[in-house]
């Protein structure tokens, strides 16, 4: 492949494919049609943390162009006339994709100069969109059972990238749709982060104390996780996959004040140390659930583990408070179950929080079988 241009941030860059060639192309053959085009789902450059490393796969000029559902048999006329009229380049990049032989599935850049372009501009309805990325029909609202079986990540890429018109007014709505948990939902994956520190908090000291230090520090490492995914429920952000996670943990307002005990925890050589970095992460944590007025006030120090040397936040009180707050019948029912919190919280497996084929098994921890 030829040198690249210099890099260009994919969300600018389709932004300009989008107006100075899919658009004027779009006026031109198909007059009127109405239609919304986005950058959404799958990708490093959907959450806006591609750089220039990201151009070797899965990175080109792209986008989805969304149809209403009458209007889904224009779809491959649609490719077709692109295919023929796209330029092979824009700005310098090739428009141009192929899938890798050595890598079904992953695409890269193909510069070509002749024949039809084989290009990324995918033309679809919003219906096959949800389906595929979510296995949804937005026309049907989400129970707490979906929203709690789809991973924060895929939420994520749903809310993020970038709408760049939006004819049909159908985006906005799904958008709208998908910004947040529903309060209910909201205050439960709050009452599991903290039910998740409350399950290890002792833990860490404990070990230490027992002269296990590496285990002491696995535990550790495992509550700064937890502290971390609090800090984006509460700022009402959704947390990407290991990736990009502790990138976008640095957007966070919280980041500038529990950074520096989230580090010390790390960095910590021994459990007396890393225990009092702790502490001061959970005050940080217990000041921001105290200032989003979910709750009566609780006290932000820590205080002994049943009067052993460990210093703990006590953090089963900020279960049992934000329980108490939950009204919503189909959340009560899932609690029945068990606080297990969402499919993020269940399991950090790859697998099991990619693929939609284990959603509806995932679904059923949250819903009673007859």
């Known amino acids: 492949m030829p040198e690249l241009p210099t890099f260009i941030p994919a969300l600018e860059l389709n932004r300009r494919f989008y107006g100075e060639c899919v658009r004027p192309l779009l006026d ?27 151009m070797d796969h899965d990175w080109y000029p792209r986008l989805l162009l969304f149809l209403r559902q009458a209007d889904q048999p224009l779809s491959g006329p649609i490719r077709e006339m692109l295919a023929h009229h796209l330029p092979h380049f824009f700005l310098g990049f090739p428009v141009d994709c192929a899938e890798t032989p050595e890598e079904p599935g992953t695409h890269r850049m193909s510069p070509h100069d002749k024949g039809p372009v084989q290009h990324g501009v995918t ?23 979906d929203w709690l079986s789809l991973s924060s990540q895929v939420l994520g890429t749903m809310v993020a990238g970038a709408v760049y018109h939006d004819g049909t007014g159908e985006l906005a709505g799904f958008r709208e749709q998908l910004a947040w948990y529903p309060h209910d939902v909201w205050l439960y994956l709050l009452a599991a982060g903290w039910k998740r520190i409350a399950q290890e908090e002792h833990l860490m000291p404990r070990a230490g104390f027992a002269g296990d230090e590496l285990g002491s520090a696995l535990i550790g490492a495992r509550l700064v996780r937890d502290l971390m995914g609090l800090g984006f429920l509460m700022e009402k952000r959704y947390a990407p996959y290991p990736k990009w996670f502790g990138s976008a943990f640095q957007r966070l307002d919280c980041a500038v004040e529990m950074t520096p005990h989230l580090w010390a925890m790390l960095r910590a050589a021994d459990w007396q140390a890393r225990q009092a970095a702790f502490g001061r992460a959970c005050q940080s944590a217990a000041r921001m659930h105290n200032a989003l007025g979910l709750t009566d006030p609780l006290s932000e120090e820590t205080s002994p583990f049943f009067g052993r040397p460990f210093e ?46 284990w959603r509806p098994a995932v679904k059923s921890l949250f819903t009673h079988e007859d």
């Open 28 to 54: 031109e053959h198909f007059p009127g049609l109405a239609h919304g085009a986005a950058l959404l789902g799958q990708g490093s450059e959907v959450l806006g943390f591609d750089t220039a490393m990201s």
């Open 123 to 145: 033309p679809l309805t919003l219906r096959a969109f949800a389906d595929r990325h979510l296995n949804w029909d937005p026309r049907q609202p989400l129970e707490p059972s």
């Open 312 to 357: 703990i936040i006590q953090a089963e009180r900020f279960v049992k408070a934000l329980l108490a707050r939950i009204s919503d019948p189909q959340v009560l029912e899932i609690l029945g179950k068990g606080l297990l919190g969402n499919l993020d919280q269940v399991s950090d497996n790859t697998e099991l929080r990619s693929h939609l084929d």
